[in-house]
């Protein structure tokens, strides 16, 4: 059975970097792709993108230009960093397996931006 | 983007009697190479992670009871709980993966009348 957890810090001051890693166990990361979805509290869900394990990625246009999602298939771990952050970031951020559909998911982290 | 639009945003249903959910997208998501619709559904109780209940737009996972039931095809799709349980009070997402960025309906809460 294929796990995801997710770590990192939960709290980030603003206009920092926010940066998580996903932990997968339970299968290997080099197949399918893997996605970080967000969704702040009380609020709907918000795709942030994808890598596949060969390093490709592919990124919601919203975030494109504050977002690298990267792998590491030897740790069997992939990574999200978001810069320059504001309050609107902070969420619970999941990381989930994703071919098509997302099928997998971690438990979630809650990301506070406050100073 | 494509903008995926449920209704209603809530609804309370009694124990045992059905619980419709619609999902609409504001393109196709049928791709016409395989015949397939780019759609899932999802399942979030609070404090966890969504649960995936349905893919292709009605392809249950495995393991997801009988009750859910997923149809439509290109633009109008539909969740439907055939006797609602008290477990499946949550709220409900559709999804599109016909094209990136991957985008979520807004969610529909379901709870007991």
């Known amino acids: 059975q294929v796990q995801l957890q997710e770590s990192g810090p939960g709290l980030v001051k603003p206009s920092e970097t926010l940066s998580l890693t996903c932990t997968v166990s339970?299968?290997?990361?080099?197949?399918?792709?893997w996605s970080w979805i967000r969704q702040p509290p009380g609020k709907g869900l918000e795709w942030i993108g994808y890598?596949?394990?060969?390093?490709?990625?592919n990124y919601n246009p919203s975030l494109k230009s504050r977002v690298t999602i990267s792998v590491d298939t030897s740790k069997n771990q992939f990574s999200l960093k978001l810069t320059s952050v504001t309050t609107a970031d902070t969420a619970v951020y999941y990381c989930v397996r994703s071919d098509n559909y997302f099928d997998y998911w971690g438990q979630g982290t809650l990301v506070t931006v406050s100073s | 983007d494509i903008v995926m639009t449920q209704s209603p945003d809530s609804l309370a249903v009694s124990l045992g009697e059905r619980a419709t959910i619609n999902c609409k997208s504001s393109q196709s998501v049928l791709y016409s190479s395989n015949n397939k619709n780019y759609l899932a559904w999802y399942q979030q109780k609070p404090g966890q992670p969504p649960k995936l209940l349905i893919h292709?737009?009605?392809t249950r996972e495995f393991g997801v009871p009988d009750r859910f039931s997923g149809s439509g095809s290109g633009t109008d799709f539909t969740l439907t709980i055939s006797s609602l349980q008290a477990e499946d009070v949550a709220v409900y997402y559709c999804?599109?993966?016909?094209?990136?960025?991957?985008?979520f309906g807004q969610g529909t809460k379901v709870e007991i009348k």
């Open positions: 339970g299968g290997s990361i080099s197949s399918y792709y």
């Open positions: 292709w737009a009605s």
């Open positions: 890598i596949y394990y060969n390093g490709n990625t």
């Open positions: 999804q599109q993966y016909y094209t990136t960025p991957r985008t």
